[in-house]
């Protein structure tokens, strides 16, 4: 079965510091990982995948497949990064399995 | 590009009644995709759906619950006989084939039973 966990429901840091989002996951097959970002009264959006090995928005995230983690990093965080933020496993098909969501807000 | 467009985007209903979401997906694109997000959980999966085609349909609750995607017009999620446990924010997302990582999401249908 798919999973994917984010131990943490709120994560709040101060401008100028780094952040750290966690994802785990388990699945059985090669995974395909993703984190989506939620900002307020906007759509659900695709920040970035794991396949693309990309950095946006400053973020980025590495893929570990021994301890099944897929964290979300940015080493200097901005106020307009508040936002929810998903991770998400796509498995080897359409489904997309999400986590709860960690609620980051970053203060002046 | 609109982007993927869902409607209503605030739905209030009483028990008993039924409720229609629509969707409509980004131009060009055939595969829609619904999930529902429980409040304090992540988005599940409910199902999938090309033009005309269920393709999967594993994440729907058995009774109550379907989907259809016609030749013509919106994806639509029908709810009949609400109940207060229905009361969620339902997402749709569209895709030009079926994947993961191409799905765009619309902004959600938040549903209310009373």
């Known amino acids: 079965a798919q999973r994917v966990t984010q131990p943490e429901k709120l994560l709040s840091v101060f401008k100028g510091a780094p952040v750290e989002l966690k994802c785990n996951y388990s699945?059985?097959?090669?995974?395909?990982l993703f984190w989506y970002v939620q900002y307020s009264r906007q759509r659900l959006q695709l920040l970035l995948r794991?396949?693309s090995r990309e950095s946006i928005k400053g973020f980025t995230a590495d893929l570990n497949k021994g301890e099944t983690s897929f964290h979300l990093k940015k080493p200097f965080a901005q106020e307009e990064d508040s936002a929810m933020y998903y991770c998400?496993?796509?498995?080897?098909?359409?489904?997309?399995?999400f986590g709860k969501g960690t609620l980051l807000t970053v203060n002046p | 590009n609109a982007g993927v467009m869902q409607n209503p985007r605030h739905l209030v209903r009483r028990r008993g009644q039924e409720a229609r979401l629509r969707c409509s997906p980004m131009?060009?694109?055939?595969?829609v995709y619904w999930y529902r997000q429980l409040p304090e959980e992540g988005l599940k999966f409910m199902v999938y759906?090309?033009?005309?085609?269920?393709?999967?349909e594993s994440g729907m609750p058995k009774e109550r619950f379907s989907a259809e995607f016609p030749k013509e017009g919106p994806s639509i999620l029908r709810i009949q006989q609400v109940v207060r446990g229905d009361s969620a924010a339902y997402f749709c997302?569209?895709?030009?084939?079926?994947?993961?990582?191409?799905?765009?999401f619309g902004p959600g249908t938040r549903l209310t039973v009373l």
């Open positions: 998400a496993l796509g498995g080897s098909n359409y489904k997309l399995t």
């Open positions: 131009k060009g694109h055939s595969h």
């Open positions: 997302a569209s895709s030009p084939w079926g994947s993961a990582d191409t799905q765009y």
């Open positions: 759906l090309q033009k005309e085609n269920i393709i999967d």
């Open positions: 794991h396949i």
């Open positions: 699945y059985s097959g090669s995974p395909e």
